[in-house]
């Protein structure tokens, strides 16, 4: 086996996911090997201090009664089920243990997320299409 033939072994190696090649012939044997590298996108979305300052001044001044929904699954939060219909809940709804508050998309499937209390929506701690993680707190329920 000459160069040019282990030459073109490699590129051909370039152009697929197989990782190692072993080829006899005549006598001879060449193994070629490479290491399967792996990339991944990692999205952060950019926060303004003015909206965070924004944010935190909403609400009452005494948070210590209210009740924290988190997101029980990483994804996507959405208000609605769709961009056209209106919202599930909004900052002075009234809502029931049991009701769907949001959605959070995850692989491609949409996942309704209920409240664990009734009570007023406080405060919407996390924006529309906005990712969110594990436990991340997404609305702010006063339950008197």
């Not at 006598?27 to 909206?51: C, D, F, H, L, N």
């Not at 508050?101 to 209920?114: F, P, T």
């Amino acid at each position: 086996m000459d160069l040019k033939d282990i030459k073109s072994l490699v590129e051909l190696l370039k152009k697929t996911d197989i990782t190692e090649l072993k080829i006899e012939r005549e006598g001879s044997a060449v193994t070629i090997k490479r290491e399967k590298v792996m990339v991944t996108e990692q999205v952060i979305a950019p926060v303004k201090p003015a909206e965070v300052v924004a944010v935190s001044a909403e609400g009452p001044a005494d948070e210590s009664n209210l009740v924290t929904v988190k997101s029980p699954i990483v994804g996507m939060f959405y208000t609605a089920a769709a961009p056209e219909s209106p919202p599930f809940v909004k900052v002075g709804s009234r809502v029931n243990k049991g009701d769907v508050m949001c959605i959070i998309e995850a692989m491609k499937l949409m996942n309704e997320i209920e409240c664990d209390t009734s009570g007023t929506v406080a405060r919407m701690l996390v924006e529309n299409g906005q990712p969110v993680e594990y436990g991340e707190p997404l609305y702010l329920i006063d339950p008197s």
